[in-house]
């Protein structure tokens, strides 16, 4: 479930900063504005990723694997 949640947020955070992206080339480019979204949602998204992927295994997780396993 947490996997699937990150995915999911993977790809909002894809789309929307492609739209501001393109928001910020069809309104004649400049100052590249949607750096701060991107970076601070991308901080957010890191987090995220941590929580999901970063963590070690407690001792009740692995056997919990262990039995799903067998």
Do not use: C
Not at 25 to 41: Q, R, T
Not at 59 to 66: G, K
């Amino acid at each position: 479930m947490l996997r699937q949640s990150f995915k999911i947020h993977v790809t909002f955070y894809l789309v929307v900063n492609v739209l501001l992206i393109g928001i910020w080339a069809a309104s004649g480019g400049g100052y590249f504005w949607p750096v701060w979204p991107i970076l601070g949602w991308g901080i957010g998204l890191v987090f995220h990723a941590w929580d999901v992927y970063g963590r070690l295994p407690g001792e009740e997780q692995i056997h919990r694997e262990m039995e799903r396993l067998r």
